[in-house]
T-cell receptor
Framework: GENVEQHPSTLSVQEGDSAVIKCTYSDSASNYFPWYKQELGKGPQLIIDIRSNVGEKKDQRIAVTLNKTAKHFSLHITETQPEDSAVYFCAASIVYGNEKLTFGTGTRLTIIP | NAGVTQTPKFQVLKTGQSMTLQCAQD?????MSWYRQDPGMGLRLIHY???????DQGEVPNGYNVSRSTTEDFPLRLLSAAPSQTSVYFC?????????????FGPGTRLTVT
């Protein structure tokens, strides 16, 4: 089955700086890679996703890049703000397959004012 | 839309007790899933359903049962609770239509088994 590894487990950055979280996956058939943000006491919330036919996707301060050959994808947050502090999860799945998401172990991001 | 709702928010059980975690969605999503979240282990899939009447096992199904009699509801049953089932449980529903695929999570149920 799919295995997703996520690094780092914790990350602290100064407000205004950029943050990068990286994930690798094992199943070359995976074609959908979402990122979730989880705030304290809440369920994960989808913030951005990318499909395997696209190398990069941006949404304001958030971007995701995908390298299919190396089987890794990354989340980039620019101009970080205090409200970006949360736990971030990457995931991988095969759309039009079994629709099962395999999650990474999460990154706790802390923005230092 | 209320989205994905879960009840209860908190629950304490004694070893051997049974209970049902409720999950409902009002978005007419075909796919629904149950995950458990443990410290340092991310979210792990317990069971999932691709439509009413169809369920399948995920990564960690032992000790849990599910059924899907309607599109809206997907309850998770613990037949005989064990301390190892202490966790936060999340229900999710998925929209998969054409090129769109998004998974929405409920607020979670924090379960403690003593």
């Amino acid at each position: 089955g799919e295995n997703v590894e996520q690094h780092p487990s914790t990350l602290s950055v100064q407000e205004g700086d950029s943050a990068v979280i990286k994930c690798t996956y094992s199943d070359s058939a995976s074609n959908y890679f979402p990122w979730y943000k989880q705030e304290l006491g809440k369920g994960p919330q989808l913030i951005i996703d990318i499909r395997s036919n696209v190398g990069e996707k941006k949404d304001q301060r958030i971007a995701v890049t995908l390298n299919k050959t190396a089987k890794h994808f990354s989340l980039h947050i620019t101009e970080t703000q205090p409200e970006d502090s949360a736990v971030y999860f990457c995931a991988a799945s095969i759309v039009y397959g079994n629709e099962k998401l395999t999650f990474g172990t999460g990154t706790r991001l802390t923005i230092i004012p | 839309n209320a989205g994905v709702t879960q009840t209860p928010k908190f629950q304490v059980l004694k070893t051997g007790q049974s209970m049902t975690l409720q999950c409902a969605q009002d978005m007419n999503h075909e796919y629904m899933s149950w995950y458990r979240q443990d410290p340092g282990m991310g979210l792990r899939l317990i069971h999932y359903s691709v439509g009413a009447g169809i369920t399948d096992q995920g990564e960690v199904p032992n000790g849990y049962n599910v059924s899907r009699s309607t599109t809206e509801d997907f309850p998770l049953r613990l037949l005989s609770a064990a301390p190892s089932q202490t966790s936060v449980y999340f229900c999710a529903s998925s929209l998969s239509r054409g090129l769109v695929y998004e998974q929405y999570f409920g607020p979670g149920t924090r379960l403690t088994v003593t």
